[in-house]
């Protein structure tokens, strides 16, 4: 897990909420996603899941009738301590590899391919309990800007009334 003190506590499974705001470029679109991410413990390192509510325009694909869309959204990913103490690989749930997670200034950048499209994302630490990712997406297919802040949330109180954390 991040040892650096550049990296925000990410080793302590908790809850973060997060809020995104989505910019398609090339289309004009705006929309967001907000909801929650979970890191939780497994094996080898962290679960990462987010799950919320996404509103997106729905402009020009087919089917489309110009209303706006807004529903449910999740997705999945394994992090994995890295050969530096001041990172985590990112995968998809099957192991592929997507990218590395670094706060630090000189590795807070990183990208992936997704033929026909580059993704390129910059990670920032706010302080302990906050921290954004940007990620700016070109080529062909898409040209988007996706930006999200997460916020750790406070654990809740035990429900035995007497106060204590789990």
């Not at 509103?55 to 959204?73: I, K, L």
């Not at 302990?128 to 062909?140: Q, R």
């Amino acid at each position: 897990m991040p040892a650096d003190p550049s990296s925000p506590n990410l080793s302590r499974p908790g809850r973060w909420s997060v809020e995104r705001t989505m910019l398609d470029r090339a289309a004009g679109t705006r929309g967001t996603f907000t909801g929650v991410v979970i890191f939780s413990p497994d094996d080898a390192g962290l679960r990462f899941h987010e799950e919320g509510t996404v509103v997106w325009p729905s402009v020009n694909w087919p089917g489309g009738d110009g209303e706006t869309f807004t529903g449910p959204a999740t997705r999945d990913y394994l992090l994995r301590p890295a050969d530096t103490p001041d990172a985590m690989d990112m995968l998809f749930p099957d192991g592929r590899p997507f990218h590395r997670m670094s706060f630090s200034p000189d590795a807070s950048q990183d990208r992936h391919w997704c033929d026909p499209d580059t993704y390129r994302v910059t990670y920032v630490r706010h302080g302990d309990d906050e921290f954004s990712y940007a990620w700016d997406v070109t080529g062909p297919r898409k040209d988007l800007l996706l930006e999200s802040v997460l916020r750790r949330l406070p654990v809740p109180a035990a429900a035995d009334g007497l106060g204590s954390k789990p």
